[in-house]
């Protein structure tokens, strides 16, 4: 059964580099027909989608945040990563990884990792 | 526009159905998909496509469509069920609804 599981630093400064990795388990990253996403949730607050990679290396971002964002993958050791720059208090955050699947007319976010909390903070 | 609406809060009666409602211009061209997110815990997909439920959600959860509007359908509403509900939606890109916090009562 895939499995998805975030690491990286839970405490960033403000104006730095926030960066984290999801390690994929039982199954790889460079299946086709996936996408894969980091998304976050700040406390008490609401779900929002940061962007996505292909196994294939194509990337999207969110709008919002596109020009922060960096999305990369690594096939031999079936992971991505997340790099957000300029990071502000607003960035505080539980960071999921999370798989996509979309056909014609859906897609859906079937697994995701547990979550990592990211404070920004001096 | 890529944004998608839903009520900040639902109650129901145990045992009774409820709908949970999800408004966007995306959802005239997509299914959207429904997750369940309980306190602590990562978000979980139980609905996905035009009524498609992954293996291990209960068959009282059910998804359907009808112009902008998609609606999580909960029939005989559990104890368990209470949580707080994000539907989803690819457009030009991927978007969530602001969640709905499901109190049984």
């Known amino acids: 059964q895939l499995q998805l599981q975030e690491s990286g630093s839970g405490l960033v400064k403000p104006s730095q580099t926030l960066s984290l990795t999801c390690a994929v388990s039982?199954?790889?990253?460079?299946?086709?027909?996936?996408?894969w996403s980091w998304i976050r949730q700040p406390p008490g607050k609401g779900l929002e989608w940061i962007g996505y990679i292909y196994h294939s290396g194509s990337t999207y971002y969110n709008p919002s945040l596109k020009s922060r964002v960096t999305i990369s993958v690594d096939r031999s050791k079936n992971q991505f990563s997340l790099k957000l720059s300029s990071v502000t208090a607003a960035d505080t955050a539980v960071y999921y990884c999370?798989?996509?699947?979309?056909?014609?007319?859906?897609?859906?976010?079937?697994?995701w990792g547990q979550g990592t909390m990211v404070t920004v903070s001096s | 526009s890529s944004e998608l609406t839903q009520d900040p809060a639902v109650s129901v009666a145990l045992g009774q159905t409820v709908r949970i409602t999800c408004q966007g211009d995306s959802l005239r061209s997509y299914y959207a998909s429904w997750y369940q997110q309980k306190p602590g815990q990562a978000p979980v997909l139980v609905i996905y496509g035009k009524n498609n439920r992954p293996s291990g959600i209960p068959d009282r959860f059910s998804g359907s469509s009808s112009g902008n509007t998609a609606s999580l359908t909960i029939t005989g509403a559990q104890a368990e069920d209470e949580a707080d509900y994000y539907c989803?939606?690819?457009?030009?890109?991927?978007?969530f609804g602001g969640g709905t916090k499901l109190t049984v009562l």
């Open positions: 989803n939606s690819r457009d030009t890109f991927w978007v």
């Open positions: 999370a798989r996509g699947m979309t056909t014609v007319t859906t897609g859906a976010f079937d697994i």
């Open positions: 039982g199954g790889s990253i460079s299946s086709g027909g996936y996408s």
